[in-house]
């Protein structure tokens, strides 16, 4: 039989979805809710088992840890790719890493849930509701204004077409932007120094890279106008978190809808948590009913299909 673990289930969803007592006789699971405080304690934790399910990029599968987890034979996460296996370490221990489909339509409505969110003062609102009060703030109409889309893949793409229905005018930039594809959905190329200035919501949407650390400082954030806003749903080292925070508390920009942040779980004392121009979410993006069965029936699939020595969906 062997031993699977279950990382970084906040929500202990896998007990929802996944009926263990049909595996009883294949896999033992064990279920981990809490991130681990160190790469230590996750050794401790992990040494005994053959499998790991991973949501991507949350714990950290490093070399060290890899080498540490000698009885590791499988790793099965959540999407075809995942930045915090070291993909190289598993080759060399011969370790089998596969991946799962994942929707990307959640990642483009929770954008609009951030954007709406901030130009209608919808957390405040709601507050206010709960304490007795009305129509405490003004909002900002979407029709006329410019949405800069920061990279035009799949959800980029989406976002862009859902800020066309709202009759916005849609401009995008990215390095390597699809200037065809962007014709055809009638947005119009910008430089990023353009966009940036332009943009009424500037929301970023680029896969998280090298080339793109550090996309947004205190550089462009003076850029923007200070009744823009910037939404990431994206990954969070896009945006040097140290300047947005100074933006905000000076009022440069006029707020920030985020989902994602470069540590995750955000700390409870985290500058962020009380900015009154900033809009969070726990990394909602991906977190639905759909994607998280996807997610773990297609892990279960791989996981059998290992088992009988013919991988799918596998990573190199």
């Known amino acids: 039989m062997l031993k699977v673990a279950v990382l970084d289930d906040y929500q202990n969803v896998f007990n929802q979805i996944i009926n263990t007592q049909e595996f009883v006789s294949k896999y033992e699971f064990k279920i981990f809710n809490e991130p681990f405080n160190n790469e230590l304690e996750t050794i401790e ?37 995942n930045k915090a296996i070291d993909l190289n370490a598993t080759k060399e221990k011969k370790i089998v890493v596969c991946g799962t489909e994942i ?34 703030t003004i909002g900002y109409e979407l029709k006329g204004k410019r949405l800069g889309v920061i990279g035009l893949g799949k959800i980029g793409t989406q976002v862009a077409k859902i800020g066309q229905a709202f009759g916005m005018e849609v401009s995008a930039w990215s390095e390597n ?13 910008m430089n990023k120094e353009d966009l940036i200035k332009t943009s009424d919501v500037l929301s970023i949407h680029v896969v998280l890279g090298d080339r793109y650390i550090n996309l947004i400082t205190k550089k462009e954030l003076k850029l923007m106008k200070d009744t823009s ?24 920009i006029a ?28 990394h909602l993006g991906y977190v639905t009913v759909e994607n998280y069965s996807k997610f773990y029936f297609q892990m279960i699939e791989n996981l059998n299909s290992c ?3 013919k991988p799918i969906r596998e990573i190199k």
Do not use: C
């Open 103 to 136: 929707n990307s339509n959640p990642a483009a409505e929770i954008t609009w849930a951030l954007i709406l969110g901030l130009l209608r003062n919808i957390k405040q609102e709601v507050d206010n509701m709960f304490q007795g009060y009305w129509q405490t």
């Open 307 to 309: 088992i009988n020595n």
């Open 229 to 252: 806003i910037l939404i990431n749903t994206s990954r969070g080292e896009i945006i040097n978190e140290k300047d947005l925070i100074e933006a905000l508390e000076n009022d440069e």
């Open 255 to 282: 707020g920030a809808g985020l989902d994602v942040y470069n540590q995750e779980p955000l700390p409870q004392d985290h500058k962020l948590r009380f900015l009154p121009n900033a809009l969070l979410l726990p």
């Open 177 to 189: 932007l699809n200037l065809s594809e962007a014709n055809k959905l009638n947005v119009l190329p």
């Open 45 to 81: 934790a992990l040494k005994n088992f053959e499998v790991l399910f991973l949501m991507r990029e949350r714990t950290k599968i490093t070399r060290s840890l890899i080498s540490n987890l000698k009885k590791l034979k499988y790793i099965m996460t959540s999407g075809m790719r």
